[in-house]
């Protein structure tokens, strides 16, 4: 990977993990190692999306990287939908965007750069009310740096009175290849109008604004960098 490269770096905490048996503490860990490998299936296989290995760290904790940072925010609710229609716990996170320094592959947690500081530090600051924030550099961009914790607040609104069914649905809404509500449907095996309800009571089309736009925001960014 070539020096400097710009990173979304995913961060996170199981929520209430001291309330979960050993067994159902591995379920979840497992659960989230798992959906982490299924993001590279968002890109063709030449062009991965995650570098390295999710890694699980201090038991609870969790870090992953993403070498194509614009799907920061979606992958961040794809992993919370499916921790929440597995029904054992949630997740809190925080997305680093910046750059890196060093990558270890096999150690995610040991990496270095300012995605990873980032993440990190958000993180450990993310007030208890909230689950969900995205951090970039100010001196990087000012405008980015104060509107998208918003957007991440807005989002984790939503998502955190997501039922299992809700969080169902949203998972398969919620990739990038866009799948109809008929699609959707056919896949769960319910009406199209079932799902269409459940979107609407998920507020799925204003996430899916909110997920276009931090893509295309961070799309730019990158075109535009040196």
């Given at each position: 990977m070539a020096e400097k490269s710009f990173l979304a770096v995913l961060t996170?905490?199981?929520?209430?993990?001291?309330?979960?048996?050993?067994?159902?503490?591995d379920q979840v860990r497992e659960l989230v190692l798992a959906s982490v490998r299924e993001?590279?299936?968002w890109a063709p296989s030449d062009s991965p999306v995650i570098v390295?290995?999710?890694?699980?760290?201090r038991g609870d904790s969790w870090?992953?990287?993403l070498v194509q940072p614009q799907f920061g925010l979606r992958a961040a609710l794809y992993l919370r939908a499916k921790l929440i229609h597995q029904g054992l716990s949630d997740s809190r996170v925080a997305i680093g965007l910046g750059s890196v320094d060093s990558i270890e592959t096999t150690r995610i947690s040991l990496s270095?750069?300012?995605?990873?500081?980032?993440?990190?530090?958000?993180?450990?600051?993310?007030?208890?009310q909230i689950d969900l924030t995205i951090a970039i550099a100010v001196e990087r961009e000012a405008i980015l740096?104060?509107?998208?914790?918003?957007?991440?607040?807005?989002?984790?609104?939503?998502?955190?009175?997501?039922?299992?069914?809700?969080?169902?649905v949203m998972t398969l809404l919620l990739h990038p290849d866009k799948p109809t509500h008929q699609e959707i449907a056919n896949q769960l095996s319910v009406t199209r109008q079932t799902v269409t309800a459940t979107v609407e009571s998920a507020q799925g089309?204003?996430?899916?604004?909110?997920?276009?736009?931090?893509?295309n925001s961070l799309t730019k960014l990158i075109e535009a960098r040196p």
């Open positions: 996170g905490d199981l929520i209430k993990s001291s309330s979960l048996s050993p067994d159902e503490l993001l590279d299936s390295g290995s999710a890694e699980f760290f870090q992953a990287a270095s750069g300012e995605s990873f500081q980032l993440s990190g530090h958000a993180l450990d600051n993310l007030s208890k740096s104060e509107w998208l914790p918003v957007v991440a607040q807005l989002c984790d609104g939503y998502l955190s009175r997501w039922t299992q069914r809700q969080a169902e089309s204003a996430l899916e604004v909110a997920v276009e736009t931090f893509e």
